[in-house]
C-alpha cells in the first residue's frame, strides 16, 4: 500500500465499490477530529467481544462512545490507581527472573530466546495484573495459558475478514449464530476462558459483599461504569492492549540490536544515567526513563516504522458528502487509511523513511519537528478515537527496554532469518530469537 501512494499522488485511493483509503494525516485529523460530522464504521463492530453490549472501540454510536470515554478516561491516565507503576515493576522482575533462570547464555552454553513469545507474555501478565488485580501467570509457567495466543490467530484473521464483509458480519452477530460458534465464559480455553476470568473478576467489585480496591476497575464502577459494562471494557483493555503493546515493544528491541550504532548509543545513555545514579532501583522510574532523549527517539521510531495497529479504522463520511483539497466526496462513503503508508512517508520523514534511524527526531527542529510529531502521533489515533491506553503502553515501553538493555548484553541468532510475522489488524508475531548474556563490562 505504501509504494501505491508513493507511485500515484492522489490523496486517497479506491480500494472497493464504495470504499477509499487515504494516507492523509491532515484528512486524518480531520475525520478524527472531536466535532467531526464523521463516524465509525461498521467493520469496527467485529471488536465486540460481549455478545450483548459493544464496548468504546465497537461502538458506532456517538453519544454511546462519549459516555465510555468519559467515565474511563480518569482510569486509564492512572490516576485513579496509585499502584500502577509497581504493577509494571512487578512484572518486569518476573521477565528479568525468567531470563537469568532459563534464558542467560553463558559462553558456547547457547539458551535461545524466542523475544516475541516473552514479549507478549510479559504485556499479558502485565495487563491481567492491572485489570484483574492477578497476572494469568505467563511468565510464571512460560508457556501460552489456556491457549490464548494459539486461539489469537484463528480469532483474528476470521474477524479480519468479517471488519471488510459487513454483511457476513450482520450473519454473524445474531443471537443464536452467536450462541453455536462464538467464545463464552464457560470455556476451558482460548478467548471464552479469558472472558470468564473477566467475569469473575467483575462480580467481586459489585453485590452486599464487593471488593473496593484502588485500581482501574475501581475508577470504572466509581465514574459510573455499569458491571456489564465493566467486563467488557476490562476484556477489550487485556486482549486489544497486550497485543499491540507486544508489537511495539519486540520491533523496538529488535531494531535497537540489529543496529551497532543504535546499540552503542542507547546502551551509552542508560548507563551514563545509572552510573550517575538517576534511576531508582529496582527498577528505573517512568518519569526517569522519559528523561532520557535517545531511549525517547527510539521508541519514537520503533512505533513509527511498524504501527502496532494496522486496521483501515474506516470512518463514514456525512450523508450530505464533504469535499477535500478541493476532492468531492459523497455521503455515506468508507474512507479508512493506511498506518503503514502515513509513517513511510518521504515527504513528512525524509528520503530514509523506510529506515529505522531515532537520529531523525534528535537533529530536526523547529516546524519540521512539529510535522513529523503530529504525524508520528497518529500511531495512536486522534482525537476523539485516540487510544485511551497511550499512557500505560508508554510506559510499559520506557521501563522494560532501560531495564533490558541496562542488565544484558544482547545478539541477534539467525540475522538471515529475523522472525516469521503475520497481520490480521494487529501483527502475531514468532520466532525473534536473541542471545542473552550479562553484561560485559570494558575498561
Not at 508457556?143 to 454483511?167: I, W
Not at 507486544?246 to 528491541?253: P, Q, S, V
Not at 529488535?254 to 545509572?274: C, G
Request: hydrophobic share 40%; proline share 5%.
Amino acid at each position: 500500500m505504501a509504494a501505491l501512494f508513493q507511485k500515484y499522488s492522489e490523496i486517497s485511493k479506491r480500494i472497493g465499490p464504495n470504499t477509499l483509503i487515504t494516507n492523509d494525516p491532515d484528512m486524518i485529523r480531520m475525520m478524527n477530529a472531536t466535532r467531526s460530522p464523521y463516524t465509525r464504521a461498521e467493520s469496527y463492530k467485529v471488536f465486540k467481544f460481549n455478545a450483548a453490549l459493544d464496548n468504546i472501540v465497537s461502538t458506532t454510536d456517538e453519544k454511546r462512545h462519549t459516555y465510555l470515554k468519559n467515565r474511563m478516561s480518569h482510569g486509564y491516565a492512572g490516576k485513579g490507581n496509585p499502584n500502577l507503576e509497581q504493577q509494571i515493576n512487578n512484572q518486569i522482575q518476573i521477565m528479568t527472573s525468567l531470563i537469568d533462570r532459563k534464558y542467560k547464555s553463558v559462553g558456547s552454553d547457547l539458551r535461545p530466546l524466542d523475544f516475541a513469545r516473552l514479549s507478549q507474555y510479559f504485556t499479558l501478565d502485565t495487563l491481567t495484573d492491572i485489570a484483574f488485580n492477578r497476572p494469568l501467570g505467563y511468565m510464571a509457567s512460560d508457556s501460552d495459558q489456556y491457549q490464548y495466543l494459539q486461539n489469537l490467530q484463528q480469532s483474528f484473521s476470521f474477524n479480519l475478514v468479517l471488519s471488510v464483509l459487513p454483511e457476513l458480519w450482520r450473519c454473524f452477530d445474531v443471537k443464536w449464530v452467536r450462541a453455536m460458534i462464538a467464545p463464552k465464559p464457560g470455556d476451558p480455553m482460548g478467548f471464552g476462558k479469558l472472558m470468564g476470568i473477566a467475569k469473575e473478576a467483575i462480580a467481586e467489585r459489585f453485590g452486599s459483599e464487593k471488593i473496593v480496591k484502588h485500581d482501574m476497575i475501581n475508577s470504572f464502577i466509581t465514574n459510573g461504569l455499569l458491571q456489564e459494562e465493566c467486563e467488557a471494557e476490562i476484556l477489550l483493555q487485556v486482549i486489544a492492549g497486550s497485543d499491540t503493546t507486544a508489537t511495539a515493544l519486540r520491533m523496538t528491541m529488535f531494531h535497537i540490536i540489529s543496529q551497532p550504532h543504535v546499540y552503542t548509543a542507547l546502551r551509552a545513555e542508560i548507563d551514563k544515567a545509572s552510573g550517575a545514579h538517576h534511576f531508582t532501583s529496582p527498577i528505573a522510574s517512568d518519569l526517569e526513563a522519559r528523561r532520557l532523549p535517545y531511549l525517547q527517539a527510539c521508541i519514537k521510531e520503533g512505533l513509527r516504522i511498524l504501527p502496532p495497529a494496522n486496521s483501515l479504522f474506516d470512518k463514514i463520511t456525512p450523508v450530505e458528502g464533504d469535499s477535500f483539497h478541493g476532492m468531492p466526496i459523497p455521503g455515506n462513503t468508507r474512507i479508512g487509511f493506511s498506518h503503514y503508508s502515513v509513517q513511510r512517508s518521504k515527504e513528512v520523514y525524509g528520503a530514509d523513511a523506510d529506515f529505522y534511524r531515532p537520529e531523525r527526531w534528535l537533529e530536526t527542529g523547529g516546524e519540521k519537528l512539529l510535522q513529523m510529531e503530529r504525524t508520528q502521533e497518529l500511531v495512536f489515533n486522534i482525537g476523539r478515537y485516540m487510544c485511551m491506553g497511550k499512557t500505560i503502553a508508554f510506559m510499559e515501553l520506557n521501563k522494560c527496554i532501560v531495564e533490558l538493555i541496562r542488565r544484558y548484553d544482547w545478539a541477534r541468532i539467525e540475522p538471515n532469518k529475523p522472525f516469521k510475522s503475520i497481520c490480521f489488524a494487529i501483527h502475531l508475531q514468532s520466532e525473534m530469537w536473541f542471545r542473552v548474556s550479562d553484561r560485559v563490562k570494558h575498561r
